[in-house]
């Protein structure tokens, strides 16, 4: 009776502790478990060319499809950056970047916006935002420190067959 009551109450447990993910109804799915966003792209002069990750999606205002992570971050798709660039009309218009963090390799990850917004007559920075960080290591991989040597008394253990020498060949 005991063992019937105690292996009822641990399907119970293992029924009550797997769960299973859904996502919402009337989402569009995307590779690797992610869903699109619909992010609204304006500039302060409409007709300005956009550029999401090196590709022209078209011009302004448009509607940006871009596919996140269920929380609402942008995926890591191969790139710590998701850059959305904005190209002036006129010559007396500077060219807008924004640079959204992916979360690559423990980097920061941003949550995807439901607008994005260029100043076509704001002057660009000086030095404009960094790229993906650059480390060079040589060939063989990064340092390793593996501290100071030791010294001290030392206790070896030695587990397998055991080896007999024979002392006859001198």
Aim: glycine share 10%.
């Amino acid at each position: 009776m005991k063992t019937k009551l105690i292996m009822a109450a641990s399907v119970a447990a293992a029924a009550f502790l797997t769960g299973c993910e859904t996502v919402p109804p009337g989402v569009e799915r995307g590779p690797h478990g992610t869903i699109a966003y619909d992010v609204l792209v304006e500039a302060s002069e409409p007709g300005a060319r956009i550029e999401a990750n090196g590709q022209s999606v078209g011009n302004t205002p448009l509607h940006l499809k871009i596919f996140g992570d269920k929380d609402g971050t942008f995926h890591d798709f191969g790139s710590y950056y998701y850059v959305i660039q904005a190209l002036p009309l006129t010559t007396n218009q500077f060219a807008q970047v924004r640079y959204f963090g992916t979360g690559r390799h423990w980097a920061p990850e941003d949550r995807i916006p439901q607008r994005v917004y260029f100043d076509m007559n704001q002057k660009s920075p000086e030095y404009p935002p960094l790229g993906p960080p650059y480390y060079v290591y040589p060939p063989y991989g990064p340092p390793v420190y593996y501290g100071p040597p030791y010294y001290g008394p030392s206790v070896r253990f030695y587990f397998g067959p055991r080896v007999y020498h024979r002392h006859d060949h001198w």
